[in-house]
Structures are given as structure tokens and as C-alpha cells.
């Protein structure tokens, strides 16, 4: 991924918005498409399937990589684990651990918020809700390094990929071992799933629990260290924290391109002709910032209503995990900056190193200066997170 794909990307809504590109890793022809009314057509077109023709991958797809009505089917067993108000639930705890996770680094003067807090953060939050203690977890550091390299190295790293899917397996027995008051235990409880289906939720929520907020919170904290009036406008409460993470989620996606979608019959896509069996990429980056749905499109600007934003998806396939996205990003910025109000980027902004993998983009690392903090005296749970929230 490009440090600036989106001149790259302007010119081809303007030029050609349905266009044939090559990709070595999918057989036959291959579409990407650029620009907002087509990109959230093509999102909710059900003749564009998830699910491959062919799955070269010997382990069972992701949720994000099945069809309905199976896909309908899981979606529904965890649903009501990211409802608004089961994610106000895990405040408190997302709250300290942001809180705990800042005091790791505060009293030392540098740091990089990407291997110290913004990747950390999310993959806690993920195995929180999975119910697996510390113990049993690996670093994220290793997590993530079996995730990228399996997922989306090319070629496949199988040994990587094999690793994934022994953590996630280790991870499904454990809980099958040991019921907690987590997703996991309701979901074998309720006797809905068959085969291998825990493994597939497991593999989902690690997955997409933390790809998406990891680039999310390392571009939002780049900009707002650009940014001095934008972040004191945000920090200091004149501005709606829900409609400014939906801007920040739309100037910045964090995935760029959507899940491969499959044309199950010939169709047409703005003016090109797509046959059936050939691949759809749907540029969530591109569309978020086409002139002819928000107007100044480069621009940061907490006051638009950037709701229609498609960052996390549209329709059937629309992220779940929404609301718990949006909270992890509140917290985690308030409590950084609230905490180290001086933090200052340690190297020139343009030579930010982007890119985890293919298609997400998002800072690989964030080496800051900042003034060392005192460690904080102990106090009541809750407390701590609400002083590190305070400025100083």
C-alpha cells in the first residue's frame, strides 16, 4: 500500500470506475470498482457472492467468507454480542485496559504507539470477549505475525497459516473446557453450531476484531498528531464523538478494499460488463472520498455527517462490530492524549512506513517523544482510568 493511494484512486472514478486489473492471486478476470453509488450497489447486490467458487484454503472459510443462509445463520448467533448496548457493557474494562496499557510506557518519554498501545488494545478487547485469560493468550506481537503472514503473505505462508488455525483450535477447546459468562460459552450452550463452526466464529472475531481497529487508531493518532485544532476541538468536548470517528473512519478507511465478491451471473457495474465467475474488488477507500457524495472529500471535517460512510461495509456483510470499533477508538484516544497531552511524532510524517498487508492500511509504526509521567499512585478500580482520561 502507497503512502497517498488517493490521487490514484480519484483518477480512476473519474476515468474509468469499473476497471479490469490484474491480480495474480484470483484465476480469471478481476473488476475494481471506485466509486460510491457503485461500490454501495454492489455491497448489498446479492448476485455477488463471499463465498469462492473454489476455496484453495483446506480450513473452513470466515463468516465474512460465507453465503446465506449459513452466513445469515451464524450472523444471528453472535449478534446480539455487538448490539449498542452489550458494547456499552465492556467500557469500564476497555477503559482500563487503555488506562493500564498507557502507564506501560508513560514514565519513559518515547514509545511506539503502534507495538506499544494501538495494537495491543484491540487484540485485548478481542480475547476479553472471547473469555481467555492472559494465561492462555499468545503476545499480540505473535498473534498478529501469524495472522498477516499466514493470511496475506504471497505466496501463502502455510506454516503461518497452520500456526493460526492451531491458536484458534486451542483457543475453541479451551472455552469448551472451561464455560465462562463470554460469546464462546453462550454459543455452545445454545447448541446451534455444528462441526467446526466455533473455530469459525473464533477465527472471525480475532480476525476482524482486530484488523480493522489496529489501522483505524494508528491513522487517527497520526492525524491528530498533525492536528493540534482538530484534536483540542475533539478532546475538549465541542465535538460529538460518534459523528467524529464516522469522519475519521471515512477519510481514513482502514480497509481499503472490501472481501472478494464472486458475480454469480453476467451483470453490469456502472458501464463495464462483468461475466459470471469473475471477481469484484470494491474500493471502501475510493468511495469514501468520491467528490460526488461528500463534498470536499479530502478534508477533515468533524461537523459532516459522514454516517453513509462505508468504511465498515454495507448490507448483508456490514460489519458487526460497528459500535464496539467506534468505543475502543473514543477510549483509546482520550486516554492517550488525555494522559500524554504532549505527545509529538518522532519522525517527519512522511516517512511513516504504511501498510500491515495488502488492502488495510495503517501505520507500522509510530515512534513518539512526550514528557515521562510519574507512575500513578494506586487507587479503586475505575478511578485510574478516569484520572488517566483527565488532562494534566
Not at 498473534?143 to 483457543?171: I, N, S, T
Not at 470536499?296 to 454495507?314: N, Q, Y
Amino acid at each position: 500500500m502507497t503512502a497517498d493511494p488517493y490521487p490514484g484512486y480519484a483518477w480512476l472514478r473519474e476515468h474509468d470506475p469499473v476497471c479490469p486489473v490484474d491480480d495474480p492471486h484470483v484465476p480469471g478476470r478481476t473488476w475494481l470498482v471506485t466509486r460510491y453509488d457503485d461500490v454501495r450497489a454492489c455491497l448489498a447486490d446479492r448476485r455477488l457472492g463471499n463465498c469462492a467458487p473454489v476455496n484453495p484454503d483446506p480450513h473452513p472459510p470466515g463468516l465474512s467468507n460465507l453465503d446465506d443462509p449459513e452466513h445469515a445463520r451464524l450472523r444471528r448467533l453472535i449478534a446480539a454480542a455487538f448490539t449498542p448496548a452489550a458494547v456499552s457493557r465492556m467500557r469500564d474494562r476497555i477503559t482500563r485496559t487503555c488506562a493500564h496499557t498507557v502507564e506501560s510506557f508513560a514514565g519513559r518519554g518515547h514509545a511506539d504507539l503502534v507495538a506499544e498501545y494501538t495494537r495491543e488494545l484491540p487484540v485485548a478487547v478481542v480475547h476479553d470477549l472471547l473469555g481467555i485469560p492472559e494465561a492462555e493468550r499468545a503476545p499480540a506481537a505473535d498473534v498478529l505475525d501469524m495472522w498477516y503472514r499466514g493470511k496475506f503473505q504471497q505466496p501463502r505462508d502455510e506454516v503461518r497459516l497452520a500456526e493460526v488455525w492451531d491458536y484458534v483450535r486451542r483457543l475453541a477447546a479451551y472455552k469448551r473446557s472451561h464455560p465462562g459468562d463470554d460469546l464462546p460459552t453462550r454459543l455452545i450452550e445454545s447448541g446451534a453450531l455444528t462441526g467446526d463452526e466455533l473455530e469459525v466464529m473464533v477465527m472471525t472475531l480475532i480476525g476482524a476484531g482486530h484488523i480493522t481497529t489496529i489501522q483505524l487508531l494508528g491513522t487517527t493518532v497520526l492525524r491528530l498528531l498533525g492536528d493540534p485544532g482538530g484534536r483540542a476541538a475533539l478532546l475538549g468536548g465541542d465535538v460529538d464523538w460518534s459523528q467524529a470517528v464516522n469522519e475519521l473512519l471515512r477519510l481514513d478507511s482502514p480497509d481499503h478494499v472490501a472481501e472478494y465478491r464472486y458475480a454469480g451471473e453476467d451483470m453490469t457495474i456502472g458501464d463495464a460488463r462483468v461475466g459470471k465467475g469473475d471477481v469484484v474488488l470494491l474500493s471502501l477507500a475510493a468511495a469514501n472520498r468520491d467528490p460526488n457524495r461528500f463534498p470536499d472529500p479530502d478534508a477533515l471535517d468533524f461537523t459532516r455527517d459522514a454516517r453513509p460512510h462505508l468504511a465498515l461495509g454495507h448490507g448483508p456483510h456490514a460489519c458487526l462490530g460497528s459500535h464496539l470499533v467506534k468505543l475502543e477508538t473514543e477510549i483509546a484516544i482520550t486516554t492517550l492524549f488525555g494522559r500524554l497531552p504532549d505527545l509529538a511524532l518522532d519522525i517527519p510524517s512522511g516517512e511513516v512506513d504504511w501498510g500491515y498487508a495488502p488492502t488495510f492500511r495503517g501505520p507500522r509504526a509510530l515512534p513518539v517523544t512526550f514528557t515521562p509521567r510519574e507512575p500513578m499512585t494506586a487507587c479503586p478500580p475505575g478511578e485510574a482510568a478516569a484520572r488517566a482520561n483527565s488532562p494534566r
